[in-house]
C-alpha cells in the first residue's frame, strides 16, 4: 500500500473530509486555504482562497456544490466548489472551530471559541439556496458549557446536535429548543480534551478520539458507551471504515515535542482497530509528526491521513486489507 504524498500546504493539518461520491477530498490546514483534491490519483484540483487565519474545518453539501469552511479568523465561509468562488461570510466575535451541514444541506451547525469574555456557542444557520438571499441570523444559540467545543455534528434526521470539547463531556442538545437532553457519564467519559467525533455513515453509533490517549464508540441516540480502544498516545483524530468492521485513529506527542525525540520515538501512525473486537489490526506509518486528521473514503477502499507535517497521506488499501481475519 505505497500512499500517494499530497503536498499543498505550507502549515499542519486540520481536518480532512470527502465528498459524498468520494471523488474529492477537501483538506483544511492553518496555511489559510483550503484546498481540494481528485480523491484517487491526488492531484490538487484548486484551493479556497479568502480566509486570514487558521482553518479549522469544513463540510461539503450532499451534491458537491458548496463547500462551509470555519475559520480562526472568526467568520464561517460559504464557497462554490467548482469555481471557487466566495458565496457568503458569516462573521462572529471569536473563532470558528467546527461546521457540519445538516441533512438535506439546508442547515449548518457552527461553533464558536470561547474569546474576549465571550462564551463558546453552539450556533445554527439557515442556507439559502440562492447565495443573493443569504443572511448571517442564527436560527439557534446555545451559549456552550466551560472551555471550547471542538467539535459539533447533527445526528440522526437532525433531531439532535452532539458536541464534545474541552470539558471532555459529550453533550446532546435539541436543535429546536437549545435545550440539553443528555450528557456522557463523567466516570466511564473521557477524562481530557476531547479532540476529534466522528459518525458512523448510518449515524447510528459515532466514535471520539481523545487526550486522555484512548477513542470510545458510542451510541447516537442513548450516549451508552459501546467500546473503548486503548493508545499509548494522545488521540487527534478518528474515523469509522464505512465499509468493514474497522476504526482508525491518528495522533502523537504534542508538536511542541516532535523535534526532541527520535522520530519513530512518536508514535505518529494511524493505527487501525477492529470496531466489536477492539483489538489492534495493523498501523500505517509515514508522517513525521501527529495525525492531525483522518477520513475514510465513503467507499471504505482508501483512507487519507493529514498531519502536523503539512502533508495528506493517501492511502488506497491493497486487496488483502479486505480479507483480513481477526
Keep these: 500500500m505505497r500512499p500517494i504524498l499530497m503536498k499543498g500546504h505550507e502549515r499542519p493539518l486540520t481536518f480532512l473530509k470527502y465528498n459524498r461520491e468520494g471523488d474529492l477530498l477537501f483538506s483544511c490546514a492553518k496555511d489559510h486555504t483550503p ?11 484548486g484551493t479556497y482562497r479568502g480566509h486570514n487565519g487558521a482553518v479549522w474545518c469544513c463540510d ?6 458548496r463547500l462551509v469552511t470555519g475559520s480562526a479568523d472568526q467568520s464561517v465561509k460559504l464557497w462554490d466548489v467548482q469555481t471557487g468562488t466566495q458565496l457568503y461570510s458569516f462573521n462572529f466575535n471569536s473563532p470558528a472551530r467546527s461546521v457540519d451541514f445538516s441533512v438535506g444541506d439546508k442547515l449548518v451547525v457552527i461553533t464558536t471559541d470561547p474569546f474576549m469574555g465571550n462564551p463558546s456557542t453552539i450556533q445554527v444557520k439557515r442556507i439559502a439556496r440562492d447565495p443573493a438571499d443569504q443572511t448571517s441570523d442564527s436560527v439557534l444559540t446555545i451559549k456552550g458549557p466551560q472551555g471550547r467545543i471542538n467539535r459539533a455534528v447533527w445526528g440522526p434526521l437532525n433531531k439532535t446536535i452532539i458536541s464534545a470539547g474541552e470539558d471532555s463531556i459529550i453533550r446532546i442538545w435539541d436543535p429546536e429548543t437549545g435545550n440539553l437532553l443528555k450528557e456522557s457519564d463523567k466516570e466511564s467519559g473521557h477524562q481530557k480534551t476531547i479532540s476529534s467525533l466522528c459518525m458512523s455513515a448510518d449515524k447510528s453509533h459515532f466514535l471520539t478520539g481523545s487526550a486522555d490517549k484512548s477513542a470510545k464508540l458510542w451510541d447516537t441516540r442513548s450516549l451508552t458507551l459501546l467500546k473503548t480502544y486503548q493508545m499509548d498516545r494522545p488521540v487527534n ?3 469509522i471504515s464505512p465499509l468493514l468492521d474497522h476504526v482508525v485513529i491518528g495522533g502523537g506527542q504534542e508538536a511542541v515535542n516532535v523535534t526532541m525525540t527520535d522520530r519513530r520515538a512518536g508514535k505518529f501512525e494511524a493505527k487501525f482497530y477492529h470496531k466489536i473486537l477492539q483489538d489492534e489490526i495493523g498501523g500505517v506509518k509515514g508522517h513525521f509528526g501527529p495525525i492531525n486528521a483522518l477520513a475514510f473514503n465513503p467507499d471504505g477502499r482508501s483512507f487519507s491521513s493529514g498531519g502536523e507535517d503539512g502533508y495528506v497521506r493517501l492511502h488506497h488499501f491493497d486487496p488483502d486489507y479486505f480479507s483480513i481475519r481477526m
Design 35 to 45: 484546498t481540494v483534491w481528485f480523491a484517487d490519483d491526488g492531484e490538487r484540483l
Design 60 to 65: 461539503v453539501s450532499r451534491d458537491s456544490t
Design 237 to 239: 483524530a478518528v474515523a
